[in-house]
């Protein structure tokens, strides 16, 4: 499936196949396969309570019985709206196991966006945690739910479940309730190339909420190549410190490990202490994360009292990985911490850096090469049309078994991301001539001053090397005859003061004087997306209301 020009096959890391198979089944059909060859292997791993694999297949086959009995059935939608808790994975390869496609909600969503996504899915089920269920109550009636499943964090933090308080309202049940019908066996016909298990929910290259359609071979293909690219085995230990709801925890921290009978540390909340004492308690070896997560661990003032020296690889996605970010981690870990790159719309991972020690030369700024069976070439941003040359800068354009079938119910938008199979990911990028593959910046991200291009990530990259800087975002503003002028939003390292100026004056001894900051505001926090990326959409509304 690669393309005629393979330059990257020159870079490609060792024991990793090119081109990988994938098996023709449903994706609940790996964790089956999984349990039978592993059943006593543990699976999870959630504060007092750890569940193998071969109970973990038959959590699943219980769930998918109480669903079935609910009247759920192939192709219906069924809403997670979860944290990072062992329901989750019940829940999620339940549905899939009945026959029924998912959609993950976050838990950080508010009415009107859970409200959205219910009825844009239609989902008539949903299963929630009893701290969200305020929220299914104010917003049900404005939905086509039926039924709503309810569950807590305590219920499987213990050696037995703990029974959730359940609302008294109609078609309200517990998720012990549930777990409670007849096992049956399913007949069910699912075509895993073409039936949809999941519909994720992301703001594509517009910012408008649309549901990535992925099918089971989307989300298996993806795992596998994923897999084998990190090289992981049963004995890895994986942190699942990012939401299962997104994309990248749900392929990294959950299917991935489920495919390589690997264990599954469960984090509920991200928080830097309970992190890293979970990675010194369970030596976990493999640590998906984004950015954000690094930094934060990094800043944290007893870092120097944990041992993390277990860990084997790290990979960063969701957003630019800061070289000092990733130098200070492997400095401190010993283990590798490679910079990735992916998008919901492909399941997501699409490249990635190797984590082979032979060829570990930190390319600064890279986001790798591209996974097994994946191609990727840059084409030009006005059209999507032409492949540029090597060193070009254009639009990243992806095509592999990971790529989704399209938008849910939106052709229109469909047709303006997927051109005869390629997937125009919207993000400005080149590739150089030994194939590894560096994004500039987002096409909506870009600063025009004066004519020229200002990439924000070339500028974050610097105020990362600043010692005071913790958090950062770059955001165009507009001005009146220059077009517009980069200004930086900075959160400070805790103890540690700059101003204005000497921020102004760090990035401008580094940068070409059109690229120079001309306004820096300092801030006690940024917003941030459940995914770690810092909302530079929600900054720039609220200059724009300065302005007006």
């Avoid at 801030?523 to 770690?532: C, D």
Wanted: charged fraction near 25%; glycine fraction near 6%; aromatic fraction near 8%.
């Amino acid at each position: 499936m690669q393309p005629e020009n393979k330059p990257w096959f020159s870079s490609w890391p060792k024991n990793v196949p090119k081109n990988l198979e994938y098996p023709n089944v449903p994706l609940h059909a790996i964790l089956e396969e999984t349990a039978k060859e592993n059943p006593e292997k543990v699976a999870i791993a959630y504060f007092k309570r750890e569940i193998t694999y071969a109970e973990l297949d038959s959590l699943v086959s219980q769930f998918a019985a109480g669903l079935a009995a609910l009247g759920v059935k192939k192709s219906d939608r069924v809403a997670i709206f979860l944290p990072n808790i062992p329901q989750f994975l019940i829940a999620y390869f339940g549905v899939l196991k009945a026959g029924a496609v998912l959609t993950a909600i976050s838990p950080l969503h508010k009415e009107r966006e859970v409200e959205y996504q219910l009825n844009d899915s239609e989902s008539e089920t949903v299963i929630a945690s009893e701290s969200l269920y305020p929220i299914l109550e104010n917003v049900c009636r404005k939905t086509k739910l039926k039924n709503a499943v309810i569950t807590s964090k305590e219920e499987y933090a213990f050696k037995k479940p703990v029974v959730s308080k359940t609302p008294q309202a109609p078609n309200v049940r517990s998720f012990q309730e549930l777990m409670k019908k007849p096992v049956k066996t399913s007949n069910l016909d699912i075509n895993p190339r073409e039936d949809l298990a999941a519909l994720q929910y992301t703001g594509g290259t517009t910012g408008t909420s649309k549901g990535a359609m992925l099918t089971h071979l989307n989300l298996i293909s993806n795992a596998i190549a994923f897999a084998a690219w990190i090289k992981g085995t049963a004995e890895d230990t994986f942190l699942a410190a990012l939401p299962l709801f997104h994309i990248y925890g749900m392929t990294t921290s959950m299917n991935a490990p489920v495919s390589l009978a690997a264990k599954m540390v469960l984090l509920p909340l991200f928080k830097p202490a309970v992190a890293l004492e979970t990675i010194q308690r369970h030596k976990v070896t493999v640590f998906c994360g984004v950015p954000t997560m690094y930094s934060v661990l990094l800043a944290y003032p007893e870092l120097g009292k944990f041992n993390l020296t277990s860990i084997r690889v790290c990979i960063s996605g969701a957003s630019p990985l800061p070289p000092q970010v990733q130098k200070e981690f492997m400095q401190i870990t010993g283990g590798f911490l490679a910079e990735g790159y992916g998008l919901t719309e492909a399941s997501p991972v699409t490249h990635c850096n190797p984590v082979d020690k032979a060829m570990h030369t930190i390319r600064v700024g890279s986001i790798g090469l591209p996974l097994p069976d994946t191609d990727a070439r840059i084409v030009d941003a006005e059209t999507g049309a032409k492949t540029l040359a090597p060193d070009e800068i254009g639009e990243l354009a992806v095509k592999g078994p990971q790529v989704m079938r399209g938008y849910w119910r939106n052709l229109e938008e469909t047709g303006l991301i997927l051109r005869g199979g390629w997937l125009l990911t919207g993000d400005i990028a080149r590739m150089d001539r030994d194939g590894y593959f560096y994004i500039t910046d987002r096409k909506k991200d870009l600063i025009k001053y004066k004519d020229y291009s200002v990439y924000p990530r070339e500028l974050e990259d610097v105020l990362y090397e600043h010692p005071a800087v913790k958090l950062c975002a770059v955001v165009g503003n507009p001005a009146p005859i220059v077009g517009e002028i980069p200004k930086a939003f900075i959160m400070l390292k805790d103890g540690i003061q700059a101003v204005e100026a000497e921020i102004i004056a760090f990035v401008k001894e580094k940068v070409a004087p059109y690229k120079a900051l001309r306004e820096v505001e300092f801030r006690q926090q940024l917003p941030i997306s459940a995914a770690g990326k810092v909302l530079k959409r929600t900054l720039q509304e609220e200059e724009k209301r300065k302005n007006m």
